[in-house]
């Protein structure tokens, strides 16, 4: 299961870092996801990485959000800059084949991390 951390209260424009840390090392053969799910809403996904470390984001984090790995420390990061009131959320993350990333097709889910961002 993988561990979110790294959420808070942070006031607009401000900036957090996610980690997400497994518990063996799994990001060499696996894409791993970041995901939020704002209050009301359905679960969405934010940035993915996949086992070759290439990167792709969801078009209202372009330009703001970061995802990137440290293999060593088996762990994947969200850079948050810029924030918005609009991205607060609880956020998670996952790992496994990229097709299932993609579309958060997973059985389980580590408790998030939550963000919050005041205007």
């Known amino acids: 299961q993988l561990q979110a951390s790294g959420g808070g209260l942070v006031q607009a424009g401000g900036s957090l870092r996610l980690s997400c840390r497994a518990s063996?090392?799994?990001?060499?053969?696996?894409?791993a996801g970041w995901y939020r799910r704002a209050p009301g809403e359905q679960r969405e996904l934010v940035a993915v990485i996949d086992s070759g470390g290439t990167t792709n984001y969801v078009d209202f984090v372009k330009g703001r959000f970061t995802i990137s790995r440290d293999m060593a420390k088996n762990t994947v990061f969200l850079q948050m800059n810029s924030l918005k009131p609009e991205d607060t959320a609880d956020y998670y993350c996952n790992a496994g084949p990229l097709e299932c990333v993609g579309r958060a097709d997973f059985r389980s889910w580590g408790p998030g991390t939550q963000v919050t961002v005041s205007s």
């Open positions: 063996e090392s799994i990001f060499s053969n696996n894409a």
